[in-house]
């Protein structure tokens, strides 16, 4: 499953994820990651969370969706038992286009992978519902 929470800055879109991702980790039978564009966070998560800073990787940090999505597979290629991946900042981390066919096809594939390896996503984007495509929106929660 995806899930997606948008707003404008200051919106409370990290507070929420963070709180998302800490409540996930009295639910959640496996390995919880959670990945952001720095370290600031890093201490309002519980200590079993995996914290990742992804300035500290090429592929992770001011990236294509493709180069993203290849980080998003290394993970879950280490680690089967992956549960719950939250990144914050995905505009941030991520400099392709919202509405290119290039995202479409990250999403698309996120889903196949979500599905195959049972393991959620949560991401936090820095726009109104209104200011991204269907194929985003749709994974939207209030």
């Known amino acids: 499953m995806i899930k997606v929470i948008l707003g404008d800055k200051g919106s409370g879109k990290t507070k929420r994820l963070i709180d998302m991702t800490n409540d996930a980790l009295k639910q959640e039978r496996g390995n919880i990651i959670f990945i952001d564009d720095d370290k600031r966070y890093m201490y309002d998560l519980h200590r079993d969370i995996r914290f990742v800073d992804a300035s500290e990787y090429p592929s992770g940090y001011k ?24 990144v914050d900042a995905f505009k941030k981390l991520v400099k392709t286009d919202m509405f290119s066919d290039e995202m479409r096809d990250f999403f698309e594939q996120l889903d196949k992978l979500s599905e195959r390896h049972s393991c959620d996503f949560v991401f936090s984007i820095g726009s109104v519902k209104e200011a991204v495509p269907e194929f985003i929106s749709k994974y939207s929660i209030d």
């Open 63 to 86: 990236c294509s969706a493709h180069e993203f999505l290849g980080f998003l597979c290394g993970m879950l290629s280490s680690n089967y038992d992956l549960t719950l991946i939250a």
